[in-house]
């Protein structure tokens, strides 16, 4: 499957963003879809997680709990991250993922994902 996130851009603290995930390629509601993100010198951290079945079941860093919301639309092949109150600490490039092996234990974790897009970059200004 081929990712391709848009969304990112500059904003002040406070402000909202949303990002998308357009996938192509294998039938994407097979895949537990996941956001992480990245600041220069730091390793890629884990943001949200939605799974494909099951009603969708959610996860959430604790950084990012109750100011983002991850959603999927399975028929326009297309994951959302809705990022609220943002600050200037959420500033990094964000990555959409996906995988077909990941497990509760290890959703949260990047090397369990096996596709991923290209990266988009926000900034939060303080």
């Not at 039938?27 to 884990?46: A, D, I, L, N, V």
């Not at 943002?86 to 959409?96: M, W």
Request: charged letters at 15%; hydrophobic letters at 35%; one cysteine or more.
């Amino acid at each position: 499957v081929q990712l391709q996130a848009c969304g990112g851009g500059l904003v002040q603290a406070g402000d909202s963003l949303r990002l998308s995930c357009a996938a192509s390629g294998r039938p994407f509601s097979s895949y537990t879809m996941g956001w992480f993100r990245q600041t220069p010198g730091k390793e890629r951290e884990f943001v949200a997680a939605i799974r494909w079945s099951g009603g969708g079941n959610t996860y959430y860093a604790d950084s990012v709990k109750g100011r983002f919301t991850i959603s999927r639309d399975n028929a326009a092949n297309t994951v959302y991250l809705q990022m609220n109150s943002l600050t200037p600490e959420d500033t990094a490039v964000y990555y959409c993922s996906a995988s077909r092996r990941v497990i509760t234990s290890t959703i949260r974790i990047s090397q369990y994902y096996d596709h991923w897009g290209q990266g988009t970059l926000v900034t939060v200004s303080s």
